[in-house]
C-alpha cells in the first residue's frame, strides 16, 4: 500500500567481526545515536511529519545518507533501553504516547508517511503531486548520493516493496566496513559511492 515502508530489527550483542574501530553499517538508528552536531543541522527532523513514529529512522538514515554521512556501530555498547513489555510494562508503562493524541489529529500520520516516503523516493508509484513539500529544501534530500543507490546497494526494491533477506551476514561479518572502508574519499567526507559497484542478494534465498 502507499504508507508501506523500510523497517530494521534489532541487533542482538554479538563478539565484533572489526576490532579497534568502530563498525560500518547501513543504519541509523534513533534509540543509539552519536554524531558531532553539523549532523542533527544538516539532517534535522522534519516538523512537517507529526505523528510519524514507524519509519523515522528510515527518513532520518537515508536523508543523511544523501548528505555523504556513513554509519557506524560502536565495538562496544555503552548504554541500552528496555521497551516498557512484558515483566517491564507494569512499572514503566505508566508514561503519556504520542498515539493517544491520534483521534485529536485524524489523517496527520498518513499525510504525514506519504511525505517521508516521497522525500525519500520510497514510494515511486505515487504522484509527487499528492504530498507535502513545504520546506523540503530544508527537510529533503542532500546532493552527494541518491536515495536509490542506496537501495541498489542494499537489495531494496521500492517498486515491489520487498527486500533482500540476511543482510545482516554482509554487515555483521564485517563484509560491507571491509569492502567499503578503503573507498573513503581522500578528504575523509565518507564513502565515495560513484565507486561502490557491490549489489546486496540474499545468499540464503528461501530460507528464514
Known amino acids: 500500500g502507499e504508507s508501506q515502508h523500510l523497517r530494521h530489527l534489532s541487533q542482538p550483542e554479538r563478539v565484533p567481526s572489526i576490532h579497534g574501530v568502530p563498525q560500518m553499517q547501513p543504519y541509523w538508528a ?21 505523528m510519524i513514529f514507524q519509519g523515522e529512522e528510515m527518513s532520518i538514515g537515508i536523508r543523511g545518507f544523501t548528505v555523504g554521512y556513513d554509519m557506524y556501530a560502536p565495538e562496544r555498547s555503552v548504554c541500552f ?6 515483566e ?42 499528492t504530498w507535502e513539500h513545504t520546506e523540503e529544501s530544508l527537510y529533503g534530500l542532500g546532493g552527494v548520493r541518491t536515495p536509490e543507490k542506496f537501495y541498489e546497494t542494499f537489495g531494496i ?26 573507498l573513503i574519499r581522500p578528504d575523509k567526507m565518507g564513502v565515495d559511492y560513484d565507486k561502490v559497484t557491490y549489489k546486496f542478494t540474499d545468499p540464503f534465498p528461501g530460507q528464514s
Open 88 to 129: 517491564n510494562a507494569k512499572k514503566r508503562n505508566k508514561v503519556p504516547h504520542f498515539w493517544e493524541n491520534a483521534r485529536d489529529f485524524q489523517g496527520a500520520g498518513k499525510r504525514a508517511m506519504a511525505r517521508l516516503l516521497g522525500i525519500v523516493h520510497m514510494n515511486p508509484e505515487v504522484s509527487k503531486d
Open 30 to 50: 534513533a534509540g543509539y545515536s552519536f554524531s558531532r552536531g553539523h549532523f542533527v543541522v544538516n539532517v534535522p527532523y522534519d516538523l512537517y511529519q507529526p
Open 157 to 182: 526494491d521500492v517498486f515491489n516493496k520487498k527486500a533482500q533477506h540476511h543482510l545482516c551476514q554482509f554487515v555483521d561479518k564485517g563484509g560491507m566496513h571491509r569492502q567499503f572502508q578503503p
Open 81 to 86: 533501553h528496555h521497551y516498557a513489555v512484558g
